[in-house]
């Protein structure tokens, strides 16, 4: 039995991870000047699928069980179905979950895990702190039941204290799960799936998420920092209590301090109310996020008795209804996305590393906002919101009372909506990442009657623990959004879809009101919270030669979507269509696109053989789309072209004409094949002409016409070398060419990082490349790759290729590639160090090696 602890001095415990992923933090123990201690209770659990009679007592033999580390998703790495015969890999085609929750079973899991507590710690406060676990969780301690959290999303915590044996005697820990499918509309996952946490204190200390700060005065020459604290005194006598507040800039100077004394009755608590003035400050926006750090001290008879830090961000946020959204007094578009928890291949485990990559590929397209679809997410991702700059749209539940599925959130909606919605408020109030909170998406009942009492309720849960941010809904009804009241008890009015509700409910309309959209007058903020729900598939583009020889794009085939974007589902919209109606509604905050990445689960238009999403802008993988260009172009300043297709490998087409499109920010792009030039473009005053068609709720069909955003060629095609120049005032400023490429020649290793670091939960993303002679993609190469690893420190963790009906295991060894790509994912083990190399093996090319070096934390 082991148990690696962090101390946590100066970090809040989700930070103090973060640090310790990146080697910052590697002591084990506690200072002795310290008296919080934050463990990680992540190592050496023993877990067993499939229910276990009596495994919630102590003497329960668990030897036969397997040995894990947590976090753990028991759904990724594919439960046997009830008929082997309709199994594909891990993937099942009669499986409970559904083509929606990624065709994969699921079951009950059984955990435990035995460990002994420190004699000195007896006269301690002992908790155990889930950030997740799904679903349906009962807990014991030492056979005692502590406790039932049946919503997978929230975070929840027990108090050990009064059940746990101290010195030498031996305490079990034994966690139950039962995931009965369908519970979700996409891929869930089972397991303890995210961190947990052992946390001492002495008797008087902070409760748990018992800090609230906010910034009632923000600008950079002053600012107001309110610090909101709840002592606990969980000891049998009365203390007086003396509370230090230091304010910590980023440079780890102390810029403000301020003490209150109060005295506390045994076994309740007390809040105290403190605000500190800065004469100056550095505020947090997405473009310098500074972040700063509060440290909160208790002292009881001047002895130190609790610790905590707090990170927080100085800044204010408004939302308007005529001119969008404000923060810092400035305004700001939300260029956000839409997305699902899981991390591809990796499944449902809350890894920072992974959320990480995710948010710098989005970074990279010019992206500012991330919205939790449609749960509280780990509260690593929201760190890292914090510290890199995303603004958040937190949200709680997809389903009030009316499931949407068999076992979903109905079922607990009476007795759990209220802690479950006061827990993530609770829990994620500090990050100033957050700007708004949201009830729930496409609710059932937002389209009836109960409707707006029902969101009434919640969204003054939302004021009662977080005055400072707006409540929100993704309504995808106004018009019965507000018939039914639900939509006038928001602060703000998210709108799912329906990009013609923008421009007509201008708050100051030139034209009478439209009957069709309902009683909206103008009167509240508005963001599109979610849109497009474009489908597409990497490297496919659905070109084809029809009867007399010309060509033509066919939209869908093959269970695959062409990445011209001639499709979407029904209720969407294409991405242009979509951010042409947001430049037409400036009094729009912004907009969530459905979605950032393909995920698990929900592979509309499809149901099997498909298995996961074709909404994302990047693949399963993290691999961009050409639709991630479109978003590049308007949202990032930086320069850019890029030319659609991605590929230009098209034998038996040759002298066909062959549709060419560029994305770009710049005044025009040059087109040139083989060195000759077909034409200068001009963004936007040559923008191709689009088609727009929106189905209207009522069933009708709009049918308009106008400039796209994109600039368009028809060229013959001939193989060889195809160019964009873009220029912008007479200059050029950005290249992108395309190639015909020849049969595979070899193949590339590239990782994302070198060196990673031995705390069992980094990663390295190795992208598998096939090229030709002269260095091409081969965008037609699919062949199997067999992959091996050299060395104990790390394992490999996922395999896939972006291919949303490929049914090999994502566990690996093998997997193909898809439009000549694929990927690799290395994870470290805990505490061993060394070299690691991945050889990736394929018949009739050589075979390729990468090392990547896994160092001390």
């Not at 809350?350 to 509280?376: D, V």
């Not at 909606?413 to 802690?419: A, E, G, I, Y």
């Not at 770009?664 to 040059?670: F, G, M, P, Q, R």
């Not at 091996?788 to 566990?811: I, P, R």
Request: charge should be negative.
């Amino acid at each position: 039995m082991f148990t690696v602890k962090i101390v946590f001095i100066r970090f809040p415990f989700h930070l103090a991870l973060a640090l310790s992923l990146m080697g910052l933090i590697f002591n084990v123990g506690r200072a002795a000047d310290q008296p919080r201690d934050v463990a990680s209770f992540d190592r050496a659990w023993k877990f067993h699928l499939g229910d276990a009679i009596g495994a919630d007592q102590p003497a329960f033999d668990d030897k036969s069980w397997r040995v894990l580390d947590i976090p753990h998703d028991w759904m990724i790495e594919g439960v046997p179905g009830a008929d082997p015969s309709t199994m594909e890999g891990p993937f099942d085609k009669k499986s409970p979950s559904g083509a929606t929750g990624g065709s994969m079973n699921s079951g009950i899991g059984w955990y435990r895990r035995t460990f002994t507590l420190p004699a000195t710690a007896k006269d301690k406060h002992v908790i155990i702190l889930f950030d997740g676990a799904y679903m349906n969780s009962q807990v014991w301690l030492n056979g005692k039941l502590l406790g039932s959290r049946p919503y997978g999303f929230s975070s929840f915590y027990y108090d050990l204290t009064s059940d746990a044996h101290f010195g030498e005697a031996k305490n079990v820990l034994a966690v139950r799960l039962d995931v009965k499918q369908p519970s979700c509309r996409w891929y869930s996952g089972a397991g303890l799936y995210r961190n947990v946490w052992l946390i001492t204190t002495d008797p008087v200390h902070i409760a748990q998420w018992g800090t609230y700060i906010t910034t009632p005065k923000a600008t950079s020459t002053g600012a107001e920092v309110r610090v909101q604290t709840k002592v606990r005194n969980d000891s049998s006598a009365p203390s007086d209590v003396a509370l230090t507040i230091r304010l910590l800039n980023a440079d780890g100077d102390e810029i403000g301090h301020q003490d209150a004394k109060k005295s506390i009755a045994p076994q309740s608590d007390e809040s105290f109310d403190q605000t500190l003035s800065l004469s100056s400050a550095k505020l947090w926006s997405p473009d310098s996020p500074t972040l700063y750090r509060a440290i909160s001290e208790v002292r009881v008879n001047g002895a130190l008795t609790d610790s905590t830090a707090t990170p927080f961000g100085i800044r204010t946020i408004a939302f308007t209804k005529d001119k969008g959204f404000f923060l810092n007094g400035q305004g700001v578009q939300i260029k956000g996305v839409c997305d699902h928890a899981d991390l591809g291949c990796l499944g449902s485990v809350a890894l920072r590393r992974g959320y990480e990559r995710q948010l710098q590929i989005l970074k990279s397209m010019g992206c500012n906002a991330l919205r939790m679809s449609h749960n509280p997410p780990d509260p690593q991702l929201l760190d890292l919101c914090d510290q890199m700059g995303f603004l958040v749209m937190d949200e709680a539940f997809d389903e009030w009372k009316d499931s949407k599925k068999k076992y979903g959130y109905g079922q607990f909606f009476d007795q759990w909506s209220d802690p479950d919605l006061t827990t993530m408020i609770d829990r994620d109030r500090n990050h100033p990442s957050i700007i708004l909170w949201s009830i729930g998406n496409e609710v059932h009942e937002g389209n009836k009657p109960q409707g707006g009492p029902m969101a009434t309720r919640l969204v003054a849960i939302c004021h009662r623990e977080d005055p400072t941010r707006p409540a929100t809904a993704a309504c995808p009804q106004p018009e019965l959004n507000w018939k039914f009241g639900m939509a006038a008890a928001l602060d703000a009015f998210g709108i799912n879809y329906r990009p013609e509700y923008y421009e007509k409910n201008n708050p100051a309309p030139t034209a009478p009101p439209d009957p069709k959209l309902g009683d909206y007058d103008g009167h509240l903020p508005m963001f599109a919270s979610e849109s497009s729900s474009q489908t597409d598939t990497r490297g496919e583009y659905g070109l084809e030669l029809d009867a007399q020889g010309n060509v033509q794009v066919d939209p869908k085939s093959n269970f695959q979507i062409s990445s011209y974007d001639y499709f979407h589902v029904k209720w969407g919209c294409s991405a242009e269509t979509d951010l042409l109606h947001l430049k037409n509604a400036p009094w729009e905050a912004g907009e969530f696109v459905w979605t950032g990445f393909d995920y698990l689960g929900e592979p509309n238009p499809y149901g099997w053989p498909s298995r996961s999403a074709y909404f994302g802008i990047s693949d399963l993988c993290g691999f961009p789309k050409d639709r991630f260009y479109i978003y590049q172009s308007q949202w990032s300043d930086k320069p850019m072209v890029h030319i659609l297709p991605m590929s230009w490998s098209w034998p038996g087409f040759e002298g066909k004409i062959i549709p060419v499109q560029a994305f770009t920010n710049a005044d025009s792009v040059e087109l040139f094949l083989n060195g000759k030039s077909l034409g200068t473009r001009n963004y936007p005053a040559d923008c191709a002409e689009q088609t727009f068609v929106l189905e209207n709720k009522d069933k009708t069909v709009t049918t308009t016409k106008g400039p796209g955003l994109h600039l368009a060629w028809d060229v013959p095609y001939e193989p060889g070398t195809l160019k964009a120049v873009a220029k912008k005032n007479g200059q050029v400023v950005a290249i992108d060419e395309i190639h015909t490429a020849g049969a595979p020649a070899s193949m590339t290793l590239t990782p994302d990082r070198t060196q990673i670091t031995a705390n069992g939960q980094d990663l390295s993303f190795i992208k598998v490349t096939l090229l030709d002679k002269d260095g091409n993609v081969c965008p037609n190469a699919d062949t199997e790759i067999d992959f091996t690893v050299d060395g104990s420190a790390a394992n490999l963790a996922g395999v896939d290729n972006g291919d949303a009906t490929n049914h090999e295991s994502f566990q690996g060894p093998q997997h193909k590639a898809f439009h000549g790509l694929a990927l690799a994912v290395l994870k470290s083990q805990y505490d061993t160090t060394g070299e690691v190399t991945l050889t990736a093996s394929t018949p009739n090319l050589p075979s390729a090696k990468i090392t990547v070096n896994v160092v001390a934390r």
